[in-house]
Structure formats: structure tokens, C-alpha cells
């Protein structure tokens, strides 16, 4: 009796054991498949492994550490800002003279010309060539709104001939963050927008930024749900989407979770603008 007794104690142990780890797959799977952290530093990359996706800034990585991610099953995207020119990149002073206006919030920051050649092919043969070599799983393209801020043929032009380049010379997926004017566009000169982009990250659709007093606040209903219903256009036309909200509302963040886990959106909550 004793000895039956153990085996049922130990059947249940077993049962139980099976149960704790498939809810902690599950829970896993639905809040910890995609990550942005392009202000994360690298001595912190064991942050990242939680993550299935992550996107962060490859260029302050060694490859090294990129295939570390890899050996730990996790795909990297690389950040690569197409849109404008931060003042602490160490190529600024090659591109400083064809910025543009000031990016509002973003002090370190200036549009740039996309229509200048020297520009087009420095981000595609030098930015992008270097993190292929790093062996990079995509990009993570930033600031194609510039193209919302300027709207003139040459600048859409230059877009198409940056990713157009990154497509062509590396074969690797694509996903904008943002760039919803220049997807607009490109339809109705009818590209395919299969053709140029793998997936697109929406920033602040569940919530938005309220620059003037620092804080994170609920967005309107309707401004989500037109953003929302353009999405899952793409997301008919077999494009991937993933979304980045900002809240320090523990309760509002599961509430957002599993709005997007109904929508089938992959979808990042970050308590800072830094992304770090």
C-alpha cells in the first residue's frame, strides 16, 4: 500500500512538473517572442534572452555576441536609421551638411536628406554592409516618416533606392518602423509592398507619448482603431506586424497583451523611451 502510495505521489509530481513548464511556455511565448532594445548596452545582453526576436542597435555589438543570441535561438535585427542623422554617430560630420530640420523631441537628432546619393549609398554599402558582416538576421529600419515630413518625389525615391539597396545586396528581411505615408505611396505607384518589406513596427497605437509633461497616456479609441484596421490590411497581404507601446500601467500592459494576442500582432511594452 505504502509503495502505491509513492508511485501515485510521484505520478502527480511528474504531472504537476509537466504542467508548471508548458504554462511558463505559454506565458513565454505570448510575452516574451519580440523585444526592442536599441538603447540596451551590451554589457547587459543577457537581458535579451528571453526574447525570440529581438531588434537592437548591431553596430555597437561585436559578431561575436550576435552569435551568442543565435546559440541561444534568438533572431537579431538590426536598427538602421535611414531617416535622419544623430549627432553621436561617428559619421555625422560626413553628413552634416545635407540635415535637414530639427526632429522635434529627439534634441540629438536631424532629418536628413534621403535623396543624396552620397547618402543612399553610404547607408547600403558602408551601414548595411557592415552589420550583414555581423551577421545580422535583418533590419530595422527607422525614420521612413521622413518622407511624411517632406513630401517630394525625390525623397520617396531615395527611400525606394535604400531599401531596394539593403534588398538586393544582403537578401535579408526588412521590417520598417513606421513609414505607413511612404507603404501608402509605394501602393499607389503599384509596388509590391511584399517586394520591399518582411514585417513593420507601429510605435504607439494602445498608447501615446505625452511629450509635454513626460508621461505615457491611453490613446483615443479612435485613433487605435485606425491605425489598427491599416495594419491588419498588411497583415492580409502577408506582412508581419509587430507593435511597441510605452506604459508603466502594470494592469493597462495585460490589457494590451491580450489585445494584440486576439489580433495575432507581436507586440513589445516598454516602460522607457529609451528602449534600454
Known sequence: MKKKLIIVVMIFVVIFSILINLRIRIKNSNTLSYGVFTGLQPKNINRLLSYKEVV?????????????????????????????????????????????????????????????LKWDNYVVNTLGKNLK???????????????????????FIGLLNIIKGLNSSYNLPVIFNGGVDFLEAAENKKISLKSLIHGINIES???????????????????RDKKVKYLEKLKSKDILIYIVEYSRDTSLNKIIH??????????YISSSLSLN
Open 56 to 116: 537592437i542597435d548591431a553596430s555597437y555589438y561585436s559578431k561575436a555576441q550576435i552569435d551568442f543570441l543565435h546559440k541561444k535561438g534568438i533572431k537579431v535585427y538590426s536598427y538602421l536609421n535611414v531617416g535622419s542623422l544623430e549627432n553621436f554617430r561617428p559619421y555625422y560630420s560626413d553628413f552634416k551638411d545635407i540635415t535637414l530640420d530639427n526632429y522635434e523631441n529627439w534634441k540629438d537628432e536631424s532629418w536628413i536628406d534621403v535623396s543624396n
Open 258 to 267: 491580450n489585445y494584440y494576442n486576439n489580433l495575432g500582432f507581436k507586440v
Open 133 to 155: 558582416n555581423k551577421g545580422v538576421d535583418g533590419f530595422f529600419l527607422d525614420n521612413l516618416d521622413v518622407y511624411s515630413k517632406y513630401k517630394k518625389d525625390s525623397m
Open 205 to 223: 497605437v494602445y498608447t501615446t507619448v505625452d511629450f509635454n509633461n513626460n508621461k505615457f497616456i491611453k490613446n483615443s479609441r479612435d485613433d
